[in-house]
């Protein structure tokens, strides 16, 4: 099976009209349109950008998922985003997206997702992990001190692997930038160019609270990618907020084909849609309202047991 | 080691008990680390199921002196055990990511022994004599009625069969949060590090309740995060300098007496890519799997996904020796990437001499490169294909259209069958394959 068939990797890069390393775009139009014919190019990258996306939804398992290759991945996702938004076609397709009516709810979702959590993160504090074990089973272990701070709350986040429903839609707002910047026009398409940006304009969302909210990505969804792996400060309380876009949330599955081949006339998509159809082949990436609902009240339930509220 | 034409390496021994006893595939029984001791007399070997398993080389025997010695299984024990981390719901492996041995210094052998999050301190003793002749309890153990006793008797040492026992000495727990990928002991033979994906720490192997942070690679937002550790090693004579590689494909060399927090390196080893070659899967190809300081301490080699890099410690900006392991591959790296293949982690060793090289490959090849020479050659792992002392016969991987006969074609590798783990003999030519649950041992033959 050979996807990727040697010396074809970079077709559009072989014309030399776009100097890849530097980044310069040169002339936008001639080379978006060359970049356009090579179909076959861009639906494998699409399908890696698919395959890549469910990669990372298998990795909430019952044993905690390798991170660097959660971070490859990622990595991997980001440069396909980057290429994508440097030869039009991300903007194409989020324009698609935004052109489509999205519901209210959605647009509450995203900013719900965007919205910073972790206040230890806000403060730009790197919490010094202290890992705890639960059990220590046939071995005396000696009591451990841990240099530093020591943090025994919870968040949300390190329960929510065992609910996919709801990390696969914060991948949406996420740092893959596909959420927060599909109500927007953008000019520049530097929205999702870099994960790592604080990207609290992009997610403003049309028709929202207009808070001036941190909307920066989700530190839960960096959580969900990257692994359970720490106890940090506990998230506030449940937001009705999210209450209210689970409860009406009707995705619409797409095929792969629409999505690849009519971007245009894509019907009406939100999105949870978007990833969806994206990963129509693969595990169902959203479930109903109701068990994600469901799984925020147990991740509530849980939460609440271990703060010891 | 002189590679001739031909292989020169002969098969002594084929499977470790675990496959004599049992026919079945069990995933419990997968190798996960082989590790010599530094006399080469003992070698460790690890599993998916937490346990230990030594080897030791039995002396040659007079009749047959042409012949090296072979292993054979010295003691098993249970090191690490499956466990449940109940605040974040998640199972903790009990596989042996890691063994590393202490240098001797007694009649007993240490080696530390790790999983995912606690690494162990195990003594490895013999005892092959007993205490006959107590007063207060007699053979079967049972205690004697002390009004029964009429005489008093010194115990003596009466020879016994030889038994093996391991005892945990020291448990260095809770230390890391992300899973521990390498275990180094340092040259000064008191301090070891432990490395995570985020994180390295410097232990002192006396002290289990405390540990050092010497590298802490953690944005403050995980969001940011883009490069982990991959592994870790302390200089092999300064016990003061270590290193460390990323998935990025870089390797840093750090000097603890710089400073406490060794976040700035004070050699950074990168080559710089190939623009031609670049692809999606450039990065996580370049990501490096092992580093190992050569036995001089004056290289080291890193094994990224398609080669093998010797790196002088004096040139940071590119490695001096490339070889490539199975450079057939990387028309194959979407294949790969999708079955996860593309993210196994090939480990590398070199020779006593430092003079070769060896790492794992699929299908359970393996390879070894002679440095000198230039030379190398493709061995497989497998009991279809060696029967005791057999010289191994070179394979090939037919590349081009045409496929020479006994070579085997790209599409037919099996890549279930990786060797992931080897290790070489400190001083002889003796190497350890793990393919799978099978751990094969070959030897040069002598002539």
């Known amino acids: ?309 | 080691m002189k590679l001739r034409h031909g292989s020169t390496l002969t098969h002594i021994v084929t499977a470790t008990t675990l496959d004599s006893y049992k026919r079945e595939h069990f995933e419990s029984d997968i190798i996960s680390t082989v590790e010599f001791n530094y006399s080469g007399e003992l070698l460790a070997t690890g599993d998916k199921g937490g346990r230990v398993v030594i080897f030791q080389h039995e002396q040659e025997s007079k009749n047959r002196p042409h012949l090296r010695g072979e292993y054979n299984v010295y003691s098993t024990f249970q090191s690490h055990e499956p466990e449940f981390d109940y605040l974040k719901s998640l199972e903790i492996e009990e596989k042996i990511n890691k063994i590393r041995w202490l240098p001797q210094q007694n009649a007993a052998h240490f080696l530390l022994s790790t999983n995912d999050k606690t690494i162990k301190l195990w003594k490895i003793s013999e005892r092959d004599k007993r205490a006959e002749g107590y007063n207060l309890k007699d053979e079967d153990g049972r205690l004697r009625d002390p009004f029964r006793i009429t005489s008093l008797r010194v115990p003596v040492l009466m020879p016994m069969d030889l038994m093996v026992e391991a005892s945990p000495r020291r448990i260095f727990a809770n230390a890391h949060t992300y899973h521990i990928n390498s275990i180094s002991v340092n040259s000064d033979h008191e301090t070891y590090l432990s490395a995570d994906d985020l994180r390295i720490n410097l232990w002192h192997l006396e002290i289990t309740d405390r540990s050092f942070n010497i590298v802490d690679i953690k944005p403050a937002n995980m969001e940011e995060l883009t490069e982990v550790i991959t592994a870790a090693e302390c200089h092999p004579h300064q016990c003061n300098v270590f290193v460390y590689s990323s998935s990025k494909g870089t390797i840093r060399l750090c000097d603890m007496r710089a400073a406490a927090l060794c976040d700035r390196h004070s050699k950074f080893f990168e080559e710089p890519e190939d623009p031609s070659s670049r692809s999606f899967f450039s990065e996580i190809i370049s990501s490096i799997s092992d580093v190992k300081f050569s036995h001089s301490g004056r290289y080291m080699m890193t094994r990224d996904y398609l080669s093998v890099k010797v790196w002088d410690l004096n040139m940071e900006n590119r490695p001096v020796e490339t070889y490539q392991v199975h450079e057939y591959l990387r028309s194959k790296l979407c294949s790969l990437y999708e079955n996860d293949c593309i993210f196994d982690k090939f480990e590398c060793c070199w020779n006593g001499s430092d003079s070769a090289i060896m790492t794992g490959s699929y299908n359970n090849f393996f390879r070894m490169f002679d440095r000198n020479t230039r030379r190398d050659i493709t061995l497989e792992a497998s009991r279809e294909s060696s029967k005791p002392r057999a010289t191994l016969k070179p394979r090939k991987v037919s590349t081009g259209g045409k496929r020479k006969k006994d070579e085997i074609s790209v599409d037919s590798l099996d890549f279930n069958k990786k060797i992931l783990h080897t290790a070489w003999h400190p001083k002889d030519n003796v190497i350890a394959v793990a393919a799978t649950n099978n751990l094969y041992i070959f030897q040069d033959k002598i002539n």
């Open chain 1, 1 to 309: 099976d050979n996807m990727f068939p040697k010396g074809t990797k970079r077709k559009f890069s072989d014309s030399g009209e776009e100097a890849v390393s530097s980044g310069d775009q040169g002339p936008a139009a001639p080379s978006a349109a060359a970049r356009m014919l090579s179909s076959s190019y861009s639906l494998q990258r699409q399908s890696l950008l698919d395959m890549s996306l469910i990669k990372l939804q298998l990795c909430h398992m019952l044993v905690e998922p390798n991170l660097c290759r959660s971070v490859l991945i990622a990595n991997t996702v980001r440069q396909i985003q980057e290429e994508m938004t440097q030869d039009g076609t991300w903007q194409i397709m989020t324009q698609a997206l935004a052109a489509a009516q999205c519901p209210t709810d959605r647009l509450v979702a995203t900013e719900v997702l965007c919205r910073q959590t972790d206040p230890a993160a806000q403060a730009g504090q790197s919490p010094k992990p202290y890992a705890v074990v639960g059990v220590e089973e046939g071995y005396h272990s000696e009591e451990v001190v841990m240099e530093g701070d020591v943090e025994t709350d919870v968040t949300m986040s390190t329960l929510s692997p065992v609910s996919p429903q709801l990390s696969s839609a914060s991948y949406l707002a996420g740092p893959f930038g596909m959420g927060p910047c599909w109500e927007e026009e953008e000019e520049d398409g530097e929205c999702e160019e870099e994960e790592e940006e604080e990207d609290s304009e992009e997610c403003v969302s049309e028709g929202e609270e207009g808070d001036g909210d941190h909307l920066s990505a989700d530190s839960r969804t960096g959580e969900q990618v990257f692994g359970t792996f720490e106890i940090k400060h506990p998230a506030p309380p449940p937001d009705p907020a999210l209450e209210e876009l689970f409860s009406d949330v009707d995705p619409s599955y797409y095929d792969l084909d629409t999505v690849l081949t009519g971007m245009q006339s894509a019907p009406k998509m939100g999105p949870y849609d978007l990833l969806d159809s994206l990963s129509s082949h693969g595990p169902t990436a959203l479930s109903s309202s109701s068990s994600c609902r469901s799984d925020l009240n147990e991740l509530d339930h849980i939460m609440e047991i271990i703060v010891g509220s």
